[in-house]
């Protein structure tokens, strides 16, 4: 490439580029068309922003990242071989020497690099941030060059230091740091200088060279340092401190930029490998218990759940009291609180006393299969920003993070729950992965991601520090939890619900090891990254998941088995109907992949309170019992039965009647009552100070079963009342940039940009008076001189450069060809927008002829 058609900015070389490589830009870094540019001019300043560059660099893999750390720390501009010398070193690296072409054409791609393999050069808000200085160094290691770091120091001092390592001595301090520079890239200059230094001088630079470069010397520094220091190589940056110059480092590193560049990513190991049915059977089982688990929560909160914080959110009380209900440890109770949350299952009501309830969408979810229903739950998942592994951890300003509550919302979370899948899915079916290898993949995928607040050369390198880190964590164990994976390795419809293609699962099996611990090695096989779906492709393939599902989900029962103890085994899950009275009539004791019911006193008036008899009661556990009903069940309904309504409480403030007033003066007799301050109205009838409800528990916890009335004296059916929210929508998952363009805006971006960067560039004829507009302003002409332009090239056919301001008050610059002038408008094809436009006259600020050219 000769030296005039080389780009001498990034605006040029983006020019140049061709529409499909635009167009994977701007895939790559949506934020640059937000809004869309009026040109590469413009696109190129936005692509060298600062917040550009940051959000760009922090997408970059480890490999990339490490080229583009070289080259802030190379000449600028600099040669692909000398870039290669900084990654491989003096020795070369085959890894490297492959890699490195990909990662510089994808450093290209995103416009962090421009420029021929003969003049690389790193965009410059790139290299201030990539760069090495005193505030920020470098993750290279290396310090500042020689001229940099002499750049405070004495003439005299300088041409000490080139006397003392035997150069000629120069006319001024430029040529005297040149030749400094020279000696030390000169490798075999360099090793005869090196060789005069003692081993307690070479101590010290061992101990700078992978950095920190920096370091602390006395007023009087002792003769192995004085020796150094004389040599020039380390140098003084401030009173105490010292600097090993970045050339020096590099010689003793032999070239190298990195202690140990990674070309290659990490690859996920397996840790076991199940057959993929029982893998599918194993989550196919816990998907069903997180069905469960979400019905028990809802159904525990059905008449109105714990009360919202203040700040919003759950207590730590009821979050406890919660866990205890579902029988899980607390963090998971969260998970599944979150969960239903996610789905639109819960939210607050938004009354005075502001609770938890479910939504009216819970009732729906209810209606719908079984699979259907798992599959909502597993897409409200795996697309929510809302992070329920964070609950009880503190905030930026150290306040509790709790559930339901504000500040649980992570951008990252939808991205890093894909890619963990994503890698599961890349393992041959079965193959349940081990944490850290997963781990160690993303983090070389990503690597600055994890660090929000700090800048990329300040990255945390500890495995847990990061979000990302504690993101794949949680994403591992809730996947387990919902039944995305099973036994630790991905099922045929966690593959689907994240639109993995199926693989060939006879192969499959006949590779797999036949104990179900045994381990498997497996290697990394390359293959493209699974890009995450559209709303539309993620809702197709929850669907299909969920059809996958379908048949491995238990058929829901219509029976149950009775048992002496007073207990009731559901050997699977429970037809709704039956369900729904069985939890009335019986306490849950265990769950499992069996249900065991407890019949208790309590609960069996509970069922009575709600409306059945003693008959419905026996009828019910026959018609739906394998196993004759037992006789002390039969016994126990039959007594709580006789004694249920025997007592009456109504409203006096409250009262108890009894046709047995031996009843009542037992009652009276009990120093357990003295709290109601019961007293005799009649033989049969005690008033109380307390409320029914009071009074109705109070005889309750005394061991008798009295029934309410109402004011006519009928006896009052209690049924649950099914407290519900208004209509909710599920919260928004909280974006973190601008969402991926779709082929269709990517393609009118790019028409638009091209159109307005000829509109900006084309040649002009000069203005007949005033100066001529320079390129990015707008042409200036009087009304007159607009008007009788715009009528010639309607009768000419010539094409105009035109600025043009719009009602918001927006400038642009557009190229049009005038067709018709009328009543204060032009008609024109406008070449920027590719369609026929009209423009008012007073608007256009100005217009100019094309050159002929």
């Not at 025997?646 to 120093?671: F, M, P, Q, T």
Request: a negative charge; charged letters at 25%; glycine letters at 8%.
């Amino acid at each position: 490439m000769s030296t005039e058609d080389r780009p001498r900015s990034l605006a040029e070389a983006l020019r140049d580029r061709d529409d499909a490589s635009l167009t994977a830009l701007l895939h790559s870094r949506p934020d640059l068309i937000t809004p869309v540019p009026t040109d590469l001019t413009q696109l190129a300043t936005r692509a060298g922003t600062r917040a550009s560059v940051v959000r760009a660099v922090e997408r970059l893999d480890r490999f990339a990242l490490q080229t583009a750390e070289a080259l802030a720390v190379a000449a600028d501009p600099a040669t692909y071989d000398e870039l290669l010398g900084l990654m491989a070193g003096d020795a070369g690296d085959p890894a490297v020497e492959a890699a490195l072409p990909g990662a510089l054409a994808g450093l290209r791609e995103q416009a962090l690099v421009w420029g021929g393999d003969d003049r690389l050069r790193l965009v410059r808000t790139a290299r201030e941030l990539l760069a090495p200085s005193a505030q920020h160094p470098s993750p290279t290691g290396l310090g500042p060059t020689v001229r940099e770091a002499s750049a405070g120091m004495s003439p005299g001092r300088i041409q000490e230091i080139v006397a003392a390592v035997g150069l000629p001595s120069t006319p001024d301090s430029v040529s005297a740091v040149a030749s400094l520079t020279a000696l030390f890239t000169d490798r075999k200059r360099m090793a005869a200088l090196l060789a005069e230094v003692p081993e307690e001088s070479r101590e010290v630079l061992d101990r700078l060279v992978w950095g920190p470069p920096y370091g602390q010397v006395t007023a009087d520094p002792a003769a192995h340092l004085r020796r150094l220091l004389d040599r020039g190589l380390l140098l003084p940056t401030a009173p105490g401190t010292v600097v090993l110059p970045r050339e020096v480092a590099l010689h003793l590193r032999e070239g190298r930029a990195h202690r140990a560049p990674e070309a290659v990513p990490p690859a996920v190991e397996a840790a076991a490998t199940h057959r993929p049915d029982m893998v599918d059977a194993t989550a196919a089982g816990q998907a069903y218990t997180a069905l469960a688990t979400v019905e028990e929560l809802l159904r525990d909160w059905d008449e109105g759940g714990p009360a919202m914080l203040r700040a919003g959110g759950l207590s730590v009380r009821d979050l406890k009291r919660t866990a205890v209900a579902l029988d899980v440890p607390e963090p998971v109770a969260a998970f599944w609180t979150e969960l239903a949350y996610a789905t639109g299952l819960l939210a607050s009501d938004g009354e005075v006393d502001e609770r938890y309830a479910a939504t009216p969408a819970y009732d729906d979810w209810l209606e719908r299969p079984p699979a259907e229903r798992w599959a909502r739950l597993a897409e409200a998942w795996l697309t929510a920003t809302r992070t329920a592994g964070l609950i009880g951890g503190r905030d930026a300003k150290d306040r509790a993070l709790s559930a339901l509550g504000p500040g649980l919302d992570r951008s990252a979370a939808p991205e890093v729950r894909h890619r963990v899948l994503s890698l599961l899915a890349a393992l041959p079916e079965g193959a349940a992965p081990s944490g850290d290898s997963v781990l160690a993949r993303l983090r070389w995928e990503r690597p600055l991601r994890g660090a929000q607040t700090q800048p990329p050369s300040q990255s945390p390198r500890d495995e847990d520090s990061d979000l990302r880190s504690r993101l794949a964590r949680w994403t591992l164990a809730e996947a387990e939890l919902l039944g995305v994976t099973g036994r630790g390795a991905l099922s045929a419809h966690g593959r689907a619900l994240i639109g993995a293609p199926a693989e060939d699962r006879a192969a499959t099996q006949a590779a797999a090891p036949s104990g179900p611990g045994d381990k498997l090695p497996v290697h990394h096989r390359p293959h493209a990254p699974l890009a995450p779906l559209t709303p539309a492709q993620q809702a197709v393939a929850s669907a299909t998941a969920g059809r996958l599902l379908a048949p491995l989900l238990p058929a829901p029962l219509d029976h149950m088995l009775l048992q002496a103890d007073l207990t009731a085994v559901a050997p699977g899950p429970l037809e709704r109907p039956l369900a729904d009275v069985l939890s009335v009539l019986a306490d849950v004791e265990s769950k499992g992949g069996a249900t065991v019911y407890r019949f208790t006193p309590a609960s069996v008036r509970r069922a009575l309170d709600a409306g059945r008899s003693a008959s419905d009661l026996h009828a019910f556990l026959a018609a739906h019992s394998r196993t004759p009903v037992p006789q002390p069940l039969a016994y126990l309904i039959d007594d709580v039965a006789r004694k249920h309504g025997h007592l009456r409480v109504g409203a006096a403030s409250a009262y108890v009647r009894c046709d047995d007033d031996a009843v009542l003066g037992e009652i009276l007799a009990d120093k357990r009552s003295a709290a109601l301050r019961l007293r005799r109205l009649a033989p049969t009838v005690l008033a109380a100070q307390a409320d029914p409800a009071t009074l109705l528990a109070g005889l309750r916890e005394m061991g008798y079963a009295p029934a309410a009335e109402s004011a006519e004296g009928d006896v009052l059916i209690t049924r649950a009342h099914s407290h519900r929210t208004p209509p909710r929508t599920a919260p928004e998952p909280v974006p973190g940039g601008p969402p991926t363009p779709d082929a269709m805006l990517l393609s009118a971006a790019i028409r638009a940009i091209r159109a307005g960067d000829l509109a900006a560039t084309a040649p002009r004829k000069p203005a007949a008076t005033g100066a001529p507009a320079a390129n990015g302003d707008l042409p200036r002409t009087s009304s007159a001189e607009t008007l009788a332009t715009v009528q010639a090239a309607v009768l000419t056919g010539e094409a105009l450069w035109i600025g043009y301001v719009n009602a918001e008050g927006a400038a642009s610059q557009r190229v049009i060809a005038p067709v018709r002038v009328e009543g204060g408008f032009v008609t024109a094809y406008d070449h920027t927008a590719d369609e026929v436009r009209t423009y008012p006259l007073h608007r256009i600020t100005g217009v100019a002829e094309l050159a002929d050219d």
